[in-house]
């Protein structure tokens, strides 16, 4: 399975430099060219490390009580992408000369990035170059570069000076007025020498004082020459060789990135690792590569049949999704992965609700570091509950590196309490999988119950029912509400998972372990009980919906269709006071409540609010779609979920939002998996255990996806009129399928119709 | 009648600068010391012109669509305030030697600001000197500073050294975490000369572009001699005499400013007037300032009897709010005057609604350019209402300087709507108060369509009635509403009241040209109308109360006699989120549209409107007692009446909200003379014509005021138990007293017990 593009489009090449990045959810490296481009053309060179930020001052002319000081920004790191080219004599560039053949190809088996490159030089000479890339998931500190050339009508010199680069500054962009029009400088090096035949930098952020180093060094075939230079900001290392026509030589450039938030010592750490990867050539890193990403194909095998344009875009989100998330508990995953620049590598609801489950149940070994990542953000969420005026409890911050409050315009940031709901939904949802108590007795209980309390604090009773206002829901064109429907039910749900979690931590008597923990009382799990089954969620009778909020529906309907196509999103051309003023939705918001959690509400309530809130719906935010998919398959609309499936999927790879070259839209990359699974496949995890509910759209041959509840693997393959059902490793398993239960012990082959 | 302070304290140094400036309404000139102060004291030492900024960029970390691009401020400009005193050789100064005597005094009739000084030197020589001051109302450009010393026990050289000095910065304060911690600079001195025996200077604002110009030049009496100095940033006169012990000599400084807002060029025309103002000695502008305040004085007749301290600071709030009214169709209200440089120096509702009846009730002629003022405006409104997203209208801005929003909080800023009803309110007013209908056919009815028209594309009809979304009311501890009470109503009353005069315009034969000037057709006064008179307004039946919005009385009231007294004003102690959610008022909000628009209200309803709301406010905003004093003459409380005036009499002069150093509040002066006419003596001018409702709180012996209504001037006095009405001048008018009718023709004496 590749993701492959041939030719060079110069348009195109930040969104390439996204879509090629390599990365291993510490280490993100962008798809830029070795040899660079030409300066006019928009490209942005970066190398990211998960969680390495350097924070500045939030400036506000006016500044109010609590809001969030300090910004922090992921950091584009010392560059060791350089390497020029000179054959016999001309430099290499794809901008000049002649292109015979350009390809670029993500091989998402190998987990390699391949450029292909047939050239013929101003000067007549034609060669043959390859580059490949990998960060490597073995060792995350490690990425490697391998320069292939052949000399395919000539003979000569071949020389390649290869870089580590620290003047490095953020993107930015003078012919874009959203963007910084000068870089900002967050490194400043520290140390730049030679170390034997390797290079070695050091650097430390401007504001966050954080370290980092990075050590390059290489190995080759053929026979090559090297010699290394060390300045204060550059290291090169200068390789030569004379090749003969037809004869393919390759140096491999070796680079390791550590930093302080890992090691205590990150110049050493970074040598030792250099070490230990250059005793291994190219070959080896790419078999354990193979190797590491088959075990995971394992765990994450879905595909489509019939639409290999839906099926190479969900294998490439599954694949991005691995890419991009952390698995040290340091790092979480960025919205834009490591791919990229975009809302300043922060890490969002986005996590829980649009990636955790694909790792949950394909891979909970994946799933367990980004729980433990937010838990070590607690004791922030706990001082940022504070700043917001509550007693009590903890409150998770919108966006953030470290877990401090980065938003700086709260009604559309710190206001969307219901991350905290996130957190705990997925805490709730590993424990429901895995059953793994220990882990919630621990961990899981401190942030759960710490969550909960700040319900309790920011909501109140009011006419018999417990509400929660001002808070703003996932929908950004409604901010600061009354009784978000989304928020509320995600807060019952985490109030009543607390409590189910309780009576069986109480049964394995773990929770007096607990409540000394963390101070919890039968009166405070009583007091959530109450809230939970007094929550209100406002619904409107004549319609026969559920209300996104108490005032939302007596809004004036924004009509949508009326509003120019170049007027899209609409939070670049309206003030948000008027779309607040309006009933206009950014993404999934009622919606995505219904897909979350179905029950209590009818059949009827669900179908209803679909449509209403669709019309409304503008997508402009990338979490939108998929949802939207999900959910018109529930309400049995398969050819519009199909419609949704494909906008979702096309995303990034056709870059439908414009923005792809500042990062991936990785939370629509979970989207693209639960489409298939959730959305056709119709998966569900309430209650008692998995149901299925599969439909197939018409333009689709078939899918299949696969699934680990409670060590039970599932593959559901669906096809034509039937869906069927394997066991593929672990105990028998009962589940639901269109509502009948079912004990799978090997294969089952159901009808589609229900 | 004079304020006046005896001894000097210096933590009130800056406090006492605000109380004891000089202004007239275009030029202003805080009470800082011409010999200066020590470093280590806080001192704000600044000369102001009404209207003259200069602007920033307003940088957000995350800007949305239509947020305010650009802040304007205040500028201090060139201070011509110094002069340094020699006395036998020994610097004078208030922070050494002995102070015999202190004595700060503004005389109110005068217009005269007074420092007396009886001084006995470290070396022990004893003077006595007088400093006084006045910024003439006849001549807006001038003001004068008059040094009187007399060498009580000794005898010998006096020397002054007068400055003209151009390197000033804004306010800032190392010790205020609030403030910036060094000053920024707002002017570039481009010219600073001789001519004959004046100095001359001009500067530059850094951004906006715009020139000011001071020209200083001395009079004396004495056998001074002077000679005059000037380089880059500061010109000085050196005058020198030789004084007998006993014989006093006298130096006065006339100071002339100009500005480009103003003066085509106001290097020249500064001369001009200095020559002027030269030609005449300081006792000849003393007198004219006089004459302006006797005049003055006769409209604005008013005061308390058997309480000094309240007839004092009602005096001063009337003397105060002369001085800060722009005069000239250009400068507006700022809401600290021209005495410092808090709220940047902006114009906001302030000016319609708390100050603006002040001067149409006692001299139209000064309330006319407060109008052309924002009529001026007009074409920033209209920008400023397609920024916002409204297809047509003006939507004045929640706080300028010319006009463009420079809010760079929205929620508390551009949201509040609630100003354009502001503006028609004056708009309307004037016309009901004089009967100008030439000038309502002209800019009166401009601007009235073009605000009407916003609350036409803000609002939309729901269920029956016509709601207006997401705003702001005055209350900023709730923002962005829906269906605020007080927004509602002031739409209402604004729409009403254009369909009324667009009535007598037609009476008049003037509707014609309205319609050709503005575009108003038939079809839009009627949609006028029918969002009048369906306009929605929030009650509470449980309550049997006034809603403040429409989910106000559903959210958690916060028990405000639980928080710490340290813990106000709330706004510098809990995040924005914290304060939306509860029901909490920062100040009387429909408390407040009960004063304005009591009718159609019942009288119970109004009563527990305000006992709901007096629970729940704080009172943290200025703006806010006098109009409870008012409400609670209103409702028959009359002795909380009497408190809440008191609180609101001592805002500044005992400074009760602790930032009187940054300037005046002059909207709360305003509501000081508005609590004696419209509070204890309950007038309304609502429909028909004036109607008072006196009564007298047991802590005065009475009180009197004097108001202006079509001609006619009467007077009413209130003592003991009955209320005497004189009418002053103009033609017998209809009034009602207690709601019966009565026809003024002399004078009436009505029992004050209705």
Known sequence: MRIRFEGLEPRELARRETLFHVANGYLGMRGNFEEGVPGNLRSIRGTYLNGFYDSAPIHYEERLYGFARTQQSIVNVIDAQGVDISLGGEAFSCFTGTLNRFEQALDLAKGIYTRTVDWT????????????????????????????????????????????????????????????????????????????????????????????????????????????????????????????????????????FTDSRREADPVTQALTLLDQALAQPFAYWADRQADYLAAFWRGADAGVRGDEALNAALAWSMYTLLASAGKDGIGNIASKGLSGEGYEGHYFWDTEIYMFPFFLLTDPRLARPLLDSRAAMLEEARLHAREMGHASGALYAWRTITGSECSAYFPSGSAQYHINGAVAHAFLSYWRATGDLAYMAGTGALV???????????????????????????????????????????????????????????????????????????????????????????????????????????????????????????LLHYHPLFLYRHQVCKQADTVLAHFLFEEGESEDVINKSFDYYERITTHDSSLSECVFSMMAARTGQVEKAYRYYRGSAALDLEDTHGNTADGIHAANMGGCWMGIAFGFGGLRLFGEGPSLRPCLPAQMAGYHFTFLWQGSRVRVAVEADQAQLTLMEGPAIRLRVFGQPHELASTLTLPLNG
């Open 121 to 256: 030089s101003p000067g007549g000479r034609r060669s043959l170059l390859v580059f490949e890339r990998l960060a490597s998931f073995d060792m995350q500190q490690l990425a490697l570069i391998q320069v292939r050339v052949t000399p395919l009508d000539w003979g000569g010199r071949v020389e390649l000076v290869s870089f580590q680069h620290g003047d490095v500054v953020q993107d930015h962009d003078p012919n874009d007025p959203r963007k910084a029009s000068t870089g900002k400088k967050m490194i400043d090096i520290t140390l730049a020498s030679r170390e034997g035949s390797a290079m070695l930098m050091a650097a430390r952020t401007t504001q966050s004082g954080l370290m980092m180093a990075s050590a390059v060094a290489h190995r080759w075939q053929g026979a090559f020459g090297q010699e290394v230079q060390s300045s204060k900001q550059v290291s090169q290392a200068i390789l030569m060789c004379e090749a003969a026509q037809g004869q393919e030589v390759s140096v491999t450039k070796y680079c390791v």
């Open 448 to 570: 759960l119950v710490e969550t909960a309390r700040l319900w309790l604090d920011a909501g109140h009773w009011h006419e018999g029912s417990f509400r929660i206002d001002s808070v703003t829901g996932p929908d950004e064109y409604s901010c600061v509400v009354n009784n978000n429907y989304y928020t509320n039910r995600i807060a019952q749900h985490h109030l009543r998972g607390l409590a189910a979690l309780c009576r069986a931590l109480d049964q394995a008597g773990l929770l007096e372990q607990v409540k000394a923990q963390t101070g919890l009382t039968r009166q405070e799990l009583d007091s959530f009980a109450l809230a939970a089954e007094g929550m209100y969620l406002p619904q409107d009778e004549k319609l026969g919906i559920s209300a996104q909020d108490d005032a939302f529906l007596s809004k004036q309907v924004l009509d949508i269709a009326a509003i120019p196509r170049d007027r899209f999103p609409l």
